[in-house]
């Protein structure tokens, strides 16, 4: 298993235990420690999918 260093926190994490968010438009790691972001990239189109709908009968 890789694990790695926040430079932040110094927080020892895996790939795993990092959190996802997309900041404008890019797609980023976050340390779940600190809020650090780690890495960031440009959000394909085709990878993104929208929310599905979710239908509540009452």
């Known amino acids: 298993m890789i694990r790695i260093v926040c430079p932040g926190c110094h927080a020892p994490l895996s790939s795993a ?3 996802q968010a997309t900041i404008d438009g890019h797609l980023s790691l976050i340390c779940p420690e ?3 972001v780690l890495l ?3 959000v394909e189109e085709d990878l993104v ?8 009968h009452g």
């Open 17 to 19: 235990e990092l959190e």
């Open 34 to 36: 600190c809020s650090m």
């Open 49 to 56: 999918q929208p929310p599905e709908e979710v239908s509540i």
């Open 40 to 42: 960031t990239e440009p």
